[in-house]
């Protein structure tokens, strides 16, 4: 997630900020919340996945999804 998305994000949700002069430190720390969620839904996601796999579909694709997942936080 770039630091324009961070703060496409935060100007959404209409967090008090000054968007203009900005605070470097308020940014950083938003940055890694935003890094803390998508590890949080990443890990749901795999959660999901593996359940599928190990109780439904018992197809290797099933398994390689939850994989790519996981590695979308290695980038």
Not at 3 to 25: F, I, N, R
Request: charged fraction near 35%.
């Amino acid at each position: 997630m770039t630091k324009e998305e961070v703060m496409e994000m935060a100007k959404v949700a209409q967090l008090p900020y000054d968007y203009e002069s900005g605070d470097p430190m308020w940014l950083d720390k938003l940055e890694i919340f935003a890094r803390l969620a998508a590890e949080k839904e990443r890990e749901s996601c795999v959660k999901m996945v593996n359940y599928v796999y190990d109780n439904i579909v018992t197809d290797e694709h099933i398994r390689d999804m939850a994989f790519k997942i996981s590695a979308r936080g290695q980038e």
